[in-house]
């Protein structure tokens, strides 16, 4: 099968997300005047090292957009096993004032580097400052990169100084309705490094 996207794919559900999985899953934590806002995004990923930087990308204007635009933070909190089903109730569109933290039972954290909640239990956190918002094409399609000013890990995640990604399961996004759940992890050498 090979289709345009502009012209359409006539299957019953857009193969895109399908395609491009599976997708960490950036779990923003964001203030403004109206309050804490808490959203899951999985159009996500870390981009650069040195300084270590984040982006994420949002259809639409939501609240973590405009609570961004307003203060020049947010929180990058990691999406655990465990928290599948409370990240996935923090997706539902609410009043601008509602507070998905206080709403889905979780608790808040002050971070250390910004002026922003965290997700208290969360595996790890990136507390991040708006670089730069780039409007992409489409209507209302954003991209928000930010840098990585402080990082918390969860003690019990550290092992043998390392971060074991298989002491909580992280949790990614595929396609359509669907998640993954990452419990193996195969170590392989780059060939300049034999």
């Known amino acids: 099968?090979?289709?345009?996207?502009?012209?359409?794919?006539?299957?019953?559900?857009?193969?895109?997300?399908?395609?491009?999985?599976?997708?960490?899953?950036?779990?923003?934590?964001?203030?403004?005047?109206?309050?804490?806002?808490?959203?899951?995004?999985?159009?996500?990923?870390?981009?650069?090292?040195?300084?270590?930087?984040?982006?994420?990308?949002?259809?639409?204007?939501?609240?973590?957009?405009?609570?961004i635009r307003q203060t020049g933070v947010f929180c990058v909190n990691i999406v655990e096993e465990a928290m599948l089903y409370a990240m996935n109730e923090t997706s539902a569109t609410l009043p601008r004032d509602v507070d998905e933290f206080a709403l889905n039972g979780l608790r808040k954290q002050p971070c250390t580097t910004i002026p922003c909640p965290r997700l208290d239990g969360a595996p790890a956190a990136l507390e991040c400052t708006l670089v730069q918002e780039i409007a992409l094409r489409g209507t209302d399609n954003i991209l928000i990169l930010g840098e990585v000013t402080g990082i918390h890990l969860r003690d019990d995640c550290i092992v043998d100084g390392r971060f074991d990604v298989t002491r909580f399961h992280p949790v990614g996004r595929l396609g359509y309705l669907d998640y993954a759940i990452v419990r193996d992890v195969i170590p392989l050498a780059r060939p300049d490094m034999r």
Not at 20 to 38: C, E, F, K, Y
Request: avoid cysteine; glycine fraction near 8%; charge should be positive.
């Open 1 to 67: 099968m090979f289709y345009r996207p502009a012209e359409g794919h006539g299957l019953p559900h857009n193969p895109f997300n399908a395609i491009i999985t599976p997708r960490p899953i950036a779990w923003l934590s964001t203030t403004g005047p109206l309050g804490d806002n808490l959203a899951p995004y999985s159009f996500f990923n870390a981009v650069a090292y040195v300084p270590p930087q984040v982006m994420f990308a949002s259809t639409g204007i939501k609240d973590s957009v405009r609570n």
